[in-house]
């Protein structure tokens, strides 16, 4: 690193060679969530699975990564982040090698449940070591832009590179792409990360099972929510899950040695960059259910196909995270992280204007929104390590990256939610009257099934009155999210002086 008289030492080529090392297991990390979007039916059928027991082996990765998050960034500042994650990295090796080999459901549902837990592990490693390797905060806003760029982008990658591989080896493959980058990553770690700076007292036990435990009932009951409607069960999950994260923040008042300093909890600056964090997860997630679906259903697309096209906005994320930092330089980050969601929420407006056919459309209003959160979700990332000491920095990036992960299930949820209500109010009144009350009329997967055993003529009008349904259900809920994304966009600029 070069030091100038009192200035921060800029971080030279050892430390972005380090940033390269950690980015390896961010992008692993991120395609795992949905890189058995292919695989699922040859799974299904060399193991067996029923039909629960495929949700659990796609779901519970996602469960327990979300719910190990806060327990996991408490561990790095007791033991240091490095550690962890190289821990962490051996035991995704191994647990990838299981998952890989699985001989029954109940050993692939087990492993991708320890292949969750090492995610935890290596989330917020990798985040709050970005603290140590750049010190200079321009820099490091580039870092976290490139960083909020790389997870994005895994998540669209995961379901392509399954595609590919699945074209010349076996479901397994999948879990194997893991261990050349996890084998780089143990070797190289040791030599160029830093240790990082260690907390001397215990991870708080009590506290690990209420976040783990709240965090999972909440998540759980939302994504239940959104995929089986209102339902008692979910709701008292939901319920149970919220109750549980109060008595966490309560303990971490009250406890001598808090899982996460209270004074972080106090910070308005901090607890404006998590409802950036929040809200701009809110949006991508929901809006990608939405996109993906409206590519295969809408557009007739197949799954291959339409995980080709869904990477097309990642290449604006890719294009503006590395330039977001210097934006909030030269705006100012409230700003910036304000005209970030605005612009997102343009993107949202030009989604509304999509109909049965506007491909490219699509494309340009998801690829805005992408563009438009991306500045924001880099701008709240920076300012969340920017308000933790050194030490504190796992215990920070690990709150933000759960309640990003909550964000994504809520926006899952309501978006998709909203646009199954507007396509039940517009099937009921477009659909033929020997469809409109039965499956056709719930959703447009069932209604494309129900037409796949009508006669021709018939079959077209069912599908062409499904379809436009569902885009009007989508302009419904991308407009909903327009709407939040407006207020949230106000809401840090009424709160600019707390975010700097």
């Known amino acids: 690193m070069l030091t100038t008289g009192l200035t921060p030492p800029r971080a030279g080529r050892k430390e972005w060679l380090a940033f390269a090392v950690l980015a390896l297991p961010l992008l692993l990390v991120s395609m795992d969530v949905s890189v058995l979007y292919f695989a699922a039916p040859e799974i299904s059928r060399d193991l067996h699975a029923s039909q629960t027991q495929q949700l659990w082996i796609f779901d519970i990765y996602g469960f327990v990564l979300a719910g190990m998050l806060i327990t996991m960034g408490g561990l790095a500042d007791r033991i240091g ?8 990295a051996a035991c995704f090796s191994a647990t990838s090698l299981l998952a890989a080999y699985s001989a029954s459901t109940t050993q692939l549902i087990v492993a991708r449940g320890i292949l969750g837990v090492a995610g935890a592990t290596l989330m917020p490693s990798t985040l709050s070591m970005l603290r140590s390797l750049f010190p200079d905060e321009r820099q490091r806003g580039q870092a976290i832009g490139a960083w909020t760029g790389i997870m994005t982008g895994g998540i669209a990658l995961g379901p392509v590179l399954s595609g590919v591989l699945l074209q010349h080896f076996w479901w397994g493959s999948v879990f194997l792409i893991n261990l050349p980058a996890m084998a780089m990553l143990l070797v190289l770690g040791p030599m160029l990360l830093p240790r990082g700076e260690r907390r001397a007292h215990r991870v708080d036990l009590p506290s690990s099972v209420l976040s783990l435990i709240g965090v999972l009932c909440t998540i759980f ?47 308005r600056g901090y607890c404006t960059a998590l409802l950036g964090n929040t809200i701009c997860s809110f949006a991508l997630v929901g809006n990608a259910v939405l996109f993906t679906a409206y590519l295969q259903l809408v557009l007739g697309y197949d799954p291959l196909t339409a995980a080709l096209w869904s990477i097309a906005p990642t290449v604006c994320v890719g294009a503006v995270a590395p330039f977001a930092a210097t934006l909030g330089v030269h705006l100012g980050k409230p700003v910036a992280a304000a005209l970030g969601l605005t612009v997102g929420a343009c993107g949202f407006g030009m989604l ?12 340009i209003g998801a690829g805005v929104l992408a563009a438009g959160l991306v500045v924001t979700m880099t701008l709240a990332s920076e300012l969340v390590l920017s308000s933790v000491d050194e030490g504190q920095a796992g215990s920070g990036a690990s709150v933000s990256e759960a309640a990003s992960e909550l964000g994504g299930a809520l926006g899952i949820a309501l978006l998709g939610s909203v646009a199954a209500a507007g396509y039940r109010a517009r099937a009921h009144e477009t659909l033929p009257a020997s469809a409109v009350h039965g499956p056709a009329g719930e959703s447009l997967a069932q209604a494309a099934g129900f037409a796949a055993g009508l006669p ?12 436009a349904s569902y885009v009007h259900g989508v302009h419904l809920a991308v407009l909903t999210g327009m709407a939040l994304l407006v207020t949230a966009a106000v809401v840090l600029w009424r709160s600019r002086r707390t975010f700097a």
């Open 352 to 363: 509304a204007t999509v109909g049965t056919s506007s491909l490219m459309m699509a494309l």
């Open 221 to 267: 009951g939302i994504k239940q929510w959104a995929t089986d409607g209102f339902d008692l069960r979910w709701t008292v999950s939901i319920a149970l899950g919220g109750a549980l994260l109060v008595a966490f923040a309560h303990r971490q008042f009250h406890h001598a040695h808090p899982m996460v300093p209270p004074a972080l909890l106090r910070n």
């Open 81 to 88: 982040p490095r550690r962890l994650l190289l821990i962490g």
């Open 456 to 467: 021709n003529p018939l079959a077209h009008q069912v599908l062409s009155a499904a379809r």
